[in-house]
């Protein structure tokens, strides 16, 4: 890196800490898991397991497939911010998770809308994990 570009990237770094910025991280999908079984409590190997925001349909969904004993785990998803340095709260995203195999599906489990936890400098304990513990597939998509 050239010594302008350098000098350039440090002034920004002092102004946005002087300006009481830090750079933080926020779980955008937290880690979630559980497993898919059918209406006898078999588990459903090869299901897929949709991850979806309750609050905004068009975004797209998570996907992660179960695994032979129905087990499906999907790791947090974390975003990169500036986040000024003030002491606050913020109320986090609900969040749906639908088996589905073989044109069967479950109903959607909602879980999550609990605090949200901003992590400085990204370094700080994960945000709560969610085990949905039993999806059960046991009806046709409705149509939209």
Known sequence: MRRPQLCQLSILFAAVTLAGCFSATATVVPRVSGRVVDITGAPIAGATVSIARADSPGEKSREVRTDRQG?????????????????????????????SHQGMQSTPKRFGGDLLKQQLFGVTNPSEAFDLSDLMINQRPSSP
Do not use: D, K, N, S
């Not at 990169?80 to 969040?95: K, R, Y």
């Open 71 to 99: 087990r499906f785990q999907r790791g947090e998803e974390r975003r990169w911010f500036l986040a000024v340095a003030v002491a606050a709260h913020a109320i986090g995203p609900e969040f749906t998770a639908t088996a």
